[in-house]
Structures are given as C-alpha cells and as structure tokens.
Nanobody, 118 residues
Framework: QVELVESGGGLVQPGGSLKLSCVAS????????MGWYRQAPARERELVAF???????NYGESVKGRFTISGNIAKNTIYLHMNNLEPEDTAVYYC????????????WGQGTQVTVSS
C-alpha cells in the first residue's frame, strides 16, 4: 500500500509560478513511476508529467516547456515546478504512483487545487 500527500496548490496570477510537492509513504519499492495528473471541471483527467525510477521524464503536450517534474522516487518525494501559468492550467492536480506490477492499481493523492486567475 502507498499513500500520497500533495501540497503547494493555491491561487496565482497568469504568468506566475507555483510549486507542488508529493510525498509518498508505505511500500515505495513497489513503485515504478510517480507523476501528476490534473482534472478541470467538466473535463477528463489528463497527464501532466511523470518520472520513473530510472529518472526518465515525460510531459503532457500542453505543459511542455513550462512545467518541470523533479525529485526522486527512492527519496519518496517529487515536485512539479509550474511556470508561465495560464488560466487553462486551472484544475485539481493529483499525485499518482504507478506500480511495477501492471495488474496492480495505481495510487492517487487527494488532490490540490491550482487556480490561475487575475
């Protein structure tokens, strides 16, 4: 079992920056990747970014060049650095952990609200 706790959301003006954190606890060694997804009202949850145990990173198309994922799964913490935020980035951001064993379900945090507005 893995528990994920996010922090760092809030209200920011367009063009501003924000940093999210996700701390994992529990069976960390079972985790292959950790990352961030987001969901805006009336929209499907979408990938923002993820990082694997061998430090490979991947980003959703809408955030490439603006967001950076960092951290280390072995050290149980990842971060999402969000720059040049746009109103379209407004969403609930969820931390995700994907196990090595594909048949096992993903783990999710409770989510943190990010609102980009002037």
């Amino acid at each position: 079992q893995v528990e994920l706790v996010e922090s760092g959301g809030g209200l920011v003006q367009p063009g501003g920056s924000l940093k999210l954190s996700c701390v994992a606890s529990g069976d960390i060694v079972s985790i292959y990747s950790m990352g961030w997804y987001r969901q805006a009202p009336a929209r499907e949850r979408e990938l923002v970014a993820f990082i694997t145990t061998n430090m490979r990173k991947n980003y959703g198309e809408s955030v490439k060049g603006r967001f950076t994922i960092s951290g280390n799964i072995a050290k149980n913490t990842i971060y999402l650095h969000m720059n040049n935020l746009e109103p379209e980035d407004t969403a609930v951001y969820y931390c995700n952990a994907h196990p090595f064993v594909a048949a096992e379900p993903d783990y999710w945090g409770q989510g943190t609200q990010v609102t980009v507005s002037s």
